[in-house]
């Protein structure tokens, strides 16, 4: 999925969690749940968007094999990346926090925050290949049912609406 998608879902999922309990320990709920959220909707069809729009991707369909080759391409995808993570973060900011919903703003950073970290460690697996962060790389693309049809951006749509609709059972 993208990581707008992931952030705005993340993000819902870490303000019902929290505003469902009312003590601190309710913002670590949060984050856990938005980590939580990227797995589940990971395995939803969804559009391939390392392969169509990442210029520093090697080794696209070995999973394992795959690296962000750094100079130049990595710049911009990091670029890429992170602009489009915070246009997850605002849109899920404007609805939940200062628009349709009340929720905490830091119940939904976190939750982002935890939506987030799944694909982040896909660069951290890249650039280390280290043991545990391997073992969570292998289950982690294991998971991903992906096309390169921009069609399937569709499905990702429709997650959002449905995480929207689910979010407005705890407002
Ligand atoms: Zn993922």
Redesign the pocket.
């Known amino acids: ?1 993208t990581l707008t998608t ?1 952030a705005i879902v993340g993000g819902a999922a870490g303000a019902a969690v929290a505003a469902a309990t009312s003590n601190p320990w309710g913002l670590l709920g949060g984050f856990i749940a938005g980590f939580a959220s ?1 797995l589940i909707i ?1 395995a939803i069809p969804h559009w391939n968007e390392g392969v169509v729009m990442l210029r520093s991707l090697r080794n696209p369909l070995d999973k394992l094999k795959r690296d962000l080759e750094m100079g130049r391409d990595f710049a911009y995808d990091v670029v890429y990346l992170g602009g489009e993570s915070l246009l997850g973060l605002l849109v899920a900011w404007g609805w939940f926090s200062f628009g349709f919903f009340h929720f905490s703003p830091w119940a939904i950073l976190l939750g982002t925050v935890g939506g987030l970290l ?2 982040a460690l896909h660069l951290v697996y890249f650039k280390t290949r280290a043991w545990g962060v391997t073992q969570f790389e292998e289950f ?1 693309s294991g998971l ?1 049912h992906e096309s390169t049809n921009i069609w399937y951006l569709g499905t990702e749509a429709w997650t959002i609406l449905i995480a929207l609709a689910l979010l407005k059972l705890f407002a």
Do not use: R, T, V
């Open positions: 999925m992931h990227h990971d799944p694909d982690h991903q």
